[in-house]
């Protein structure tokens, strides 16, 4: 069992930014991926970003060039910074993992809102 907790969401202008951090805890020895999704009111859940045990990333491209990904090498935290928000931006962002074994864990989420 992995359990993650979220934190930094919360109200930004556009144009401005924010670092949200996600702790891990459980049998993250286990953990293979670290990632963020988000999930837009009327939308889909999507992949924003994430990063492997071996350090490489992908970020959907919306946010290529305004996130970054990192994590520590324990994989008990993993955090996304993200710059020049935009309003469409704003969704409640999850925080994932995926364990060697296949098996996902979410946390409840955070709620970013970019004001316009």
């Known amino acids: 069992q992995i359990d993650l907790v979220e934190s930094g969401g919360g109200l930004v202008q556009a144009g401005g930014s924010l670092t949200l951090a996600c702790a891990a805890s459980g049998a993250t020895f286990a953990i293979d991926v670290l990632g963020w999704y988000r999930q837009a009111p009327g939308k889909q859940r999507e992949l924003v970003a994430d990063?492997?045990?071996?350090?490489?990333?992908n970020y959907v491209d919306s946010v290529k060039g305004r996130g970054t990904i990192s994590r520590n090498n324990a994989h008990t935290w993993v955090y996304l910074q993200m710059n020049r928000l935009k309003p469409e931006d704003t969704a409640v962002y999850y925080c994932?993992?995926?364990?060697?074994?296949?098996?996902?864990?979410w946390g409840r989420g955070t709620q970013v809102t970019v004001s316009s």
């Open positions: 994932h993992a995926k364990t060697l074994g296949m098996n996902n864990y």
């Open positions: 990063i492997s045990s071996d350090g490489s990333t």
